[in-house]
C-alpha cells in the first residue's frame, strides 16, 4: 500500500466514524503529539486537542447532526505529512474539506480538519456525486 492509498484510508475511516457517530474512534484518528487544528463550517478555528475532540463530541452525539458524504477525494503526501482535499455533501449543501495528516509513530494522524460552503461550483471535472448511504 502506498502513502497514498493509506492516507486516502484514514481520510475514509474519518467519513465513516462521522457517519457512525463513534466518538471514541474520532478521538483515535487525531494527532495526540503534532499541533492540530479545527475548523467547522460556521465555527471559530479551534487549535487546542482538548478543544477539538469536545466539539467532536457535541457533534456526534447530536442526533440531529447531519449525515455526511465525501467524493472526489484527492490526496497530496509530502512525506511525513499529507493533505487530502474532498468535497462532503451534508443537508444539501456542498462544502469543500481539506484534511491535513501526519506521521505519529508509523501511523497517519489527523492533524487538521477545515470545511466551509461552496458558493459556486466549476462547470466541469469533477465525477459524479456517489449514489446515497456510500461514503466513497
Given amino acids: ?13 474519518f467519513y465513516r466514524t462521522f ?7 474520532m478521538e483515535a484518528l487525531w494527532a495526540v503529539r503534532a499541533p492540530v487544528g479545527c475548523i467547522h463550517p460556521g465555527w471559530p478555528a479551534l ?4 478543544a477539538i475532540m469536545r466539539s467532536w463530541e457535541g457533534i456526534l452525539s447530536n442526533p440531529a447532526a447531519p449525515q455526511i458524504v465525501c467524493f472526489d477525494e484527492r490526496v497530496f503526501v509530502y512525506g511525513d ?9 451534508l443537508d444539501g449543501s456542498t462544502l469543500a474539506a481539506s484534511n491535513f495528516f501526519v506521521r505519529e509513530d508509523g501511523e497517519w ?14 462547470p466541469e471535472g469533477r ?10
Fill in 127 to 136: 465525477r459524479q456525486r456517489p449514489p446515497p448511504g456510500r461514503l466513497n
Fill in 47 to 50: 487549535a487546542e486537542r482538548g
Fill in 81 to 89: 505529512t499529507a493533505l487530502v482535499i474532498c468535497e462532503e455533501e
Fill in 1 to 13: 500500500m502506498t502513502d497514498g492509498d493509506a492516507v486516502l484510508a484514514v481520510n475514509l475511516e
Fill in 109 to 122: 494522524k489527523l492533524a487538521h480538519h477545515q470545511a466551509g460552503q461552496i458558493v459556486a461550483r466549476q
Fill in 19 to 25: 457517519a457512525a457517530r463513534d466518538f471514541e474512534a
